[in-house]
């Protein structure tokens, strides 16, 4: 019996017995079903006017539970999704509501925490999952053991302000710290987020995780269809940390998850801090208008260390180990491990070792103790190898380095390579100018004072030269 037969043979015998009753009934019939097409028709509607991604992130848990004299309800399964549905697209969906139905006044939405197949309810994954939101933090990494220097002084002091500050600062959220790896990114993460839970004045979430964790977090929340659940705790804290952004690279749905997750913040006045090995600019494989938002609020890069800053480091270290270390082994140390501050402090570890053995701490048994790690600290770089990677870098030709030609193209991947064939080779300036077409000493010198004067006023330059010197590492 087909459907339409089935309401004709219903409405014959309703009418024989109560007509009333019949025609109450098929009123409410009618009214439900033209409430759902209406539903319907207004999610098409949102799906097309916000786009997929959007739609599935906020809209796709609407549930349309009634509609009584104009007052429709609907349902969502978390108060995060309810209140940012109310600030965001409540407006929207009544207009277009009441572009269907005159009628409607009001739309109200309802808390219905849905129940979840592996669990007896959200709340408990959500009990369980906030435990382990997070990586936990490092006690050793806070502000007063972190060694200030050039190299480091504006993160450091970016850092400070954001981790004081009970509301984001005007353009520094996001804070995006980057450099090479063991120079320290790390440690000021930590360093932040442990000067904002220990803080008496305001108590704020605070999460921090590399994005390799976040990545994690997601696709266990996809697996186990609680990807809603996932969307309100990362999007319902007060200051998210990630590591190494740098691993979503690459990653297509990551990268949408943590697009969408660092809108839902910055709209909501909370604060992001970011760290990765190279600048927002640099990423390659993350999404454009990923790094567009990356640059947004301050970019604050970690250099290599100095030797006076390497030499402070050891210093504090030792002062916290409680132990003595003789000056010209550490001064031994700080010239010659000059790759990372994790590098630094091992080998300082290991020459300490020596004294548990009854050996004497010296710079000859220092020397003797890291053999293998100073000579990879010393591998020997030409001045050819200089002139052909950043011959490569430039796509230009080595000949063109060495010729007498004095266009703006060639003169500064020039002036480039005589400063890094001073900074890396035991070669004298004479000896750098004569494998520069034969230029004399005074010009090498110029070269190089002019790279390092780029480096000081020139941020973008600066980070091409940390670029550049990666390359011979």
Known sequence: MHLSDYYSFLVWYMNLTNPKVSTMFFDQIITVTDHNVTWEKIQNYLHNLYGEATYNSWLSSLRFISNRNGE???????????????????????????????????????????????????????????????????????????VVGKSNELAFTAAKRVAESIDPISGSNPLFLYGGVGLGKTHLMHAIAWDIVNSP?????????????????????????????????????????VDDVQFISGKDSTQEEFFHTFNALIDQNKQLVISADRSPSDLDGVEERIKSRLGWG???????????????????????MNMYVPKDVLEFLARNIKSNIRELEGALNKVAHTSLIGRSMTVESASETLIDLLRSNHRSITIEEIQKKIAEFFNIKIADMQSNRRLRSLARPRQIAMYFAKKFTQKSLPDIGRNFGGRDHATVIHAVKQVENFIRTDPKFADEINRLKKMFK
């Open 298 to 320: 301050l970019v604050a890069d970690i250099n290599e260390t100095t030797f006076e800053l390497r030499l402070g480091i050891l210093q504090a270290k030792v002062e916290r």
């Open 201 to 241: 004045s305001a108590k704020r979430k605070v999460v921090y995780l590399s994005a390799e964790k976040f990545m994690y977090q997601y696709i266990t929340a996809l697996r186990s269809k609680d990807i809603m659940l996932f969307k309100e705790q990362f999007r319902s804290v007060d200051v998210l940390m």
């Open 72 to 146: 429709v309800l609907l349902s969502v399964p978390t108060r995060f999704i309810k209140e940012w549905i109310t600030v965001h697209y409540m407006e929207k969906i009544l207009s277009l509501w009441q572009s269907e139905d005159q009628s409607v006044c009001s739309i109200d939405i309802q808390l219905i925490e849905e129940r979840n197949s592996n669990s007896n309810t959200i709340l408990k994954n959500r009990e369980e999952n906030n435990h382990n939101l997070g990586s936990p933090l490092d006690t050793r990494f806070t502000f007063d053991n972190f």
